[in-house]
């Protein structure tokens, strides 16, 4: 996909951009597809768009028109090829989480964060998947608090509550160099206002 902002404005992208209109009989604003299933002619045919669900709907909890399009546009205002949606914030952070750490890994939290996740991470414990957390957003205090086994580096920008603003490029690269993933809740600055992605290209 050739990136959108060479193209778009965030404001068009949200207003405008891939709206599917030429699926909708040109409707401006897209229907909302409030269904979970979709039927298809032959036992053949849904087995074939199960098995190849990014071009076919077959259950809305996989996607759907409406969550298809809004997709489109989040990965269009990142300046990504891809987004995914879920059915809520903590629904993707446990996704993300539990994509990036398994037994005996441990994950590094910087400065504050959203309160459930803290609880998500304090459960994963039990999992010996054990965390820590740096109260600060200089590269130099957060280097020194990755161990062995830190696999993840876990944050928000600006951090929960108290808005302290982490400079994501330095510690990105940071993370990078230690072989560890990162995951940005971006939820108080959203992709008009911090485009993550960008960063590390």
């Not at 090829?81 to 994509?99: D, L, P, R, V, Y």
Request: net charge negative.
């Amino acid at each position: 996909m050739q990136n959108p902002e060479n193209f778009f404005s965030d404001q068009e992208i949200c207003m405008h951009f891939d709206t599917g209109s030429e699926l909708f009989g040109g409707a401006i604003i897209p229907p909302i597809f409030g269904n979970s299933l979709f039927v298809y002619p032959t036992h053949e045919e849904l087995v074939k768009a199960e098995n190849d669900q990014q071009n076919h709907y077959v259950y809305t909890r996989g996607t759907n028109p409406t969550v298809e399009i809004a997709e489109k546009k989040l990965a269009a205002l990142e300046q990504e090829e891809q987004c995914k949606c879920f059915a809520s914030g903590m629904a993707a952070i446990t996704a993300a989480i539990f994509n990036s750490v398994k037994a005996g890994d441990h994950v590094l939290c910087i400065s504050n964060i959203y309160k459930s996740t803290m609880d998500l991470l304090t459960y994963l414990q039990k999992f010996e998947i054990n965390h820590s957390v740096v109260y600060s957003t200089v590269k130099k205090d957060i280097e020194r608090a990755i161990m062995p086994n830190t696999k993840l580096i876990y944050l928000e920008n600006p951090t929960d509550l108290n808005l302290q603003l982490v400079d994501l490029k330095v510690i990105g690269d940071m993370a990078r160099s230690c072989g560890v993933r990162t995951i940005i809740d971006n939820t108080w600055a959203t992709p008009p206002l911090s485009k993550a992605f960008n960063l590390w290209d």
